[in-house]
């Protein structure tokens, strides 16, 4: 992979604009993909699962902490889990933080750092791609970094897919902190030297998924290995200068034509935060996606009262 910086052209502007249309619904997705594997022929692995979480991490190592954390102080006792990270090695402290928690052991867990260039960690399509033709497991999560999975959590979802052929499934539930500005505790809890840290669950609201949103993707191995992850779609495997908004979830969900099984899988929280971390904070354009991201979570907040 090159360290070269991409150039984003007109065409590849128009080609991501065509591409949210389609993924609405304007254009039919065999297209893009023909079929998916039948139902039939999909294995509907039961007993211990195994299951592969995969996350991003760029400039997000004090989040990443807790979502690793949780794997050490709640490690699955019925599934095997491997937790990829896809990171760059220009990104010290995640860096630091992977090389800690993958000298720690936790039974049934194995760590699998996947080292890139930055500018192919930006459109995280890229390494979910790679994740998901790569697979071994009877069931991929593709995640978020400041997802943590709580007690039970991992456990409860091997059940729940236990002889199933679901093309992808998704927790039911997720609890989610209070939308968190810089400098609270939580947040400065995971900065510095790497460490194992813990959430009080009692400061999250659950709160009802009616999809499979972007960091709550369980996708059928099968599938996975068969479709990868919008690797029909070209411009969403093209490195980018920036991190990209992640609108090839949805496009996913497209390709897949479904938005998800709903499935109970406790335990599932995620971490909300107002600064994105890995957008460089320093710059007007920053400050003003904070500012609108501040505006859009009031919102939501408002809807769901």
Same mark, same amino acid.
């Given at each position: 992979m $090159?360290n070269?910086m991409?150039?984003?052209? @007109?065409?590849d502007?128009l080609?991501? @604009?065509?591409m949210?249309?389609?993924?609405?619904?304007?254009?039919p997705a065999?297209?893009?993909?023909?079929?998916?594997?039948?139902?039939?022929?999909r294995k509907?692995a039961?007993?211990?699962?195994?299951?592969?979480?995969v996350s991003?991490?760029?400039?997000?190592?004090?989040?990443?902490a807790y979502q @690793? $954390?949780?794997?050490?102080?709640h490690?699955?006792? +019925?599934a095997d889990?491997t /937790?990829t !990270?896809y990171?760059?090695?220009?990104?010290?402290?995640? #860096?630091?933080l992977l090389?800690?928690?993958?000298?720690?052991?936790v039974p049934?867990?194995?760590?699998?750092?996947?080292? /890139?260039?930055k500018y192919?960690? &930006?459109?995280r399509a890229?390494g979910?791609n790679?994740?998901a033709r #790569?697979?071994r497991?009877?069931?991929?999560w593709f995640?978020d970094?400041?997802?943590? &999975?709580g007690?039970?959590?991992l456990?409860?979802l091997?059940?729940a !897919? *236990?002889g199933r052929?679901d093309t992808l499934?998704f %927790?039911?539930?997720?609890?989610? $902190?209070a939308?968190?500005?810089p400098?609270d505790p939580m947040?400065?809890?995971g900065?510095?030297? %790497?460490?194992?840290l813990?959430?009080d669950?009692?400061a999250?609201t659950? *709160?009802?998924?009616?999809?499979?949103?972007g960091p709550?993707?369980?996708?059928?191995g099968d599938?996975?290995r068969a479709?990868?992850?919008?690797e029909?779609?070209?411009?969403y495997? *093209?490195p980018?200068?920036r991190w990209?908004?992640?609108?090839?979830d949805?496009a &996913?969900?497209w390709?897949?034509r479904t938005?998800?099984v %709903?499935v109970?899988?406790?335990? !599932?929280?995620?971490i909300?935060?107002?600064?994105?971390?890995?957008y460089?904070?320093d710059t007007w354009?920053a400050?003003l996606r904070?500012?609108? +991201?501040?505006?859009?979570l009031?919102?939501?907040e408002?809807?769901q009262?």
């Amino acid at each position: 992979m $090159s360290n070269t910086m991409p150039r984003e052209t @007109l065409g590849d502007r128009l080609a991501l @604009l065509f591409m949210r249309l389609a993924a609405s619904g304007w254009v039919p997705a065999r297209w893009f993909l023909k079929a998916l594997p039948p139902e039939s022929e999909r294995k509907a692995a039961t007993d211990r699962l195994h299951i592969e979480i995969v996350s991003h991490c760029w400039g997000y190592a004090h989040m990443q902490a807790y979502q @690793l $954390s949780s794997l050490v102080r709640h490690p699955p006792t +019925r599934a095997d889990v491997t /937790m990829t !990270v896809y990171y760059s090695p220009e990104d010290s402290a995640t #860096a630091a933080l992977l090389e800690y928690f993958g000298a720690i052991e936790v039974p049934g867990v194995s760590w699998n750092w996947q080292a /890139m260039d930055k500018y192919h960690l &930006f459109r995280r399509a890229i390494g979910r791609n790679h994740a998901a033709r #790569a697979t071994r497991a009877d069931w991929i999560w593709f995640t978020d970094c400041d997802v943590v &999975f709580g007690a039970g959590c991992l456990d409860g979802l091997a059940e729940a !897919v *236990q002889g199933r052929r679901d093309t992808l499934v998704f %927790p039911r539930v997720e609890h989610v $902190s209070a939308v968190l500005e810089p400098g609270d505790p939580m947040l400065e809890a995971g900065k510095g030297a %790497p460490r194992v840290l813990d959430i009080d669950p009692a400061a999250f609201t659950a *709160q009802a998924r009616d999809r499979a949103t972007g960091p709550l993707q369980v996708a059928h191995g099968d599938v996975a290995r068969a479709c990868g992850y919008c690797e029909q779609l070209r411009v969403y495997q *093209q490195p980018v200068a920036r991190w990209a908004k992640a609108h090839e979830d949805r496009a &996913f969900r497209w390709l897949l034509r479904t938005q998800g099984v %709903p499935v109970e899988a406790p335990g !599932v929280y995620r971490i909300r935060h107002v600064s994105k971390g890995r957008y460089q904070q320093d710059t007007w354009t920053a400050r003003l996606r904070t500012r609108i +991201r501040r505006i859009q979570l009031r919102l939501r907040e408002g809807k769901q009262d």
